[in-house]
C-alpha cells in the first residue's frame, strides 16, 4: 500500500507564498502522476496541478503563473510552490496519486492540508 503524506499548510496574508509537500511511501513505482487537488466548503473539488513521471505538468488557469509544482524522486515527493496567494486559494489541498494496473490503475489520496489565506 502506498501512504502519502501532506505538510506546509497554514495560515498565510494575501500575496503570501507557502510551499506543500507530499511525501509518497510504500511501494515503489517508476510510472505515475502526481497531483494536487482542493476543496474549500461547499464547493466541488477540483485539481489545481499535476505532474507525471515523466516531468510533464498542468495547472488549473486560476494558478498559472502563481503556482508551481515540481518533483524530487529520489525522496518520493511532490511539492507545490503557491505564490501570489489569495483569499479564493483558502482550502484543504489533498495529495493523489495515480500508477497504472492493467486494466485499471491505482489510485491513492493523502490526508489533506488546510491552506488558510486572510489578513
Known amino acids: 500500500q502506498v501512504q502519502l503524506v501532506e505538510s506546509g499548510g497554514g495560515l498565510v496574508r494575501p500575496g503570501g507564498s507557502l510551499r506543500l509537500s507530499c511525501a509518497a511511501s510504500?511501494?515503489?513505482?517508476?510510472?505515475?502522476?502526481m497531483s494536487w487537488y482542493r476543496q474549500a466548503p461547499g464547493k466541488q473539488r477540483e485539481l489545481v496541478a499535476g505532474i507525471t513521471s515523466a516531468g510533464a505538468t498542468n495547472y488549473a488557469d486560476s494558478v498559472k503563473g502563481r503556482f508551481t509544482i515540481s518533483r524530487e524522486p529520489a525522496k518520493n515527493t511532490v511539492t507545490l510552490q503557491m505564490n501570489s496567494l489569495k483569499p479564493e486559494d483558502t482550502a484543504v489541498y489533498s495529495c493523489n496519486l495515480r500508477r497504472p494496473s492493467i486494466p485499471t490503475m491505482l489510485e491513492y489520496w493523502g490526508q489533506g492540508t488546510q491552506v488558510t489565506v486572510s489578513s
Open positions: 510504500g511501494s515503489i513505482f517508476s510510472i505515475y502522476t
